[in-house]
C-alpha cells in the first residue's frame, strides 16, 4: 500500500509550525487579528492530523477507481482508433530528448560500464564522482561541436 513520502508529512508539519506560530502571536497593530490559546492551537492540530490520514484513503480510492476508469476509456478509445485507421499509435520522443540521451545519458551509463568490464587491471581506480564530471565535460564539448556544425538549419 503506498503512504505519503516524507517530503509531504515534513511539508504538512513545518506548515502547521508556521500557522501555530502565527496564531499564537497574532495581535497585529494593522490588523484586527487576535491571538488564540495554546489549547485551541492543539485542537487545530489534532483535527488536522485526524483528517490527514482519510484524505490519503480518499485519494487512493480516487486512484483506484476515477483514474483507472478514464485510462480504460482512452484505451478503448485508442483501440477504436487503431482499429479504424490500421495504424497503431506509439509514443515517439523529441529530437531534444533523443540528442540529450545520446550525448549525456548514455556516456555516463557508458564510462560505468566500460569501467566495470574492464576493471582497468585492478591497478586503476575511478570515483564516481570523478566519472560524472568527464562526462560532463564531454557533453559540453559535444554540445560546443553541434553549435558550431549544426546538422539542421533552421
Not at 513545518?14 to 492543539?42: H, R
Not at 490527514?52 to 478509445?77: G, Y
Amino acid at each position: 500500500m503506498e503512504r505519503p513520502s516524507v517530503a509531504l508529512f515534513l511539508a504538512f508539519c513545518i506548515a502547521q509550525l508556521i500557522s501555530s506560530i502565527i496564531a499564537a502571536y497574532g495581535n497585529w497593530g494593522f490588523t484586527n487579528i487576535q491571538a488564540i490559546s495554546g489549547g485551541w492551537i492543539g485542537i487545530v492540530w489534532v483535527w488536522n492530523i485526524v483528517w490527514f490520514i482519510p484524505l490519503d484513503w480518499i485519494k487512493f480510492a480516487m486512484k483506484a477507481t476515477v483514474v483507472k476508469s478514464l485510462r480504460a476509456r482512452h484505451e478503448r478509445a485508442t483501440a477504436k482508433q487503431v482499429q479504424e485507421t490500421g495504424v497503431p499509435l506509439t509514443r515517439t520522443q523529441s529530437r531534444a530528448a533523443s540528442i540529450h540521451e545520446s550525448l549525456y545519458s548514455n556516456r555516463v551509463s557508458f564510462i560505468k560500464r566500460v569501467s566495470r568490464k574492464v576493471g582497468f587491471g585492478g591497478k586503476v581506480s575511478v570515483k564516481p564522482e570523478e566519472l560524472q564530471r568527464f562526462s560532463s565535460i564531454q557533453a559540453r564539448q559535444v554540445g560546443e561541436t553541434l553549435k558550431r556544425n549544426p546538422s539542421r538549419t533552421a
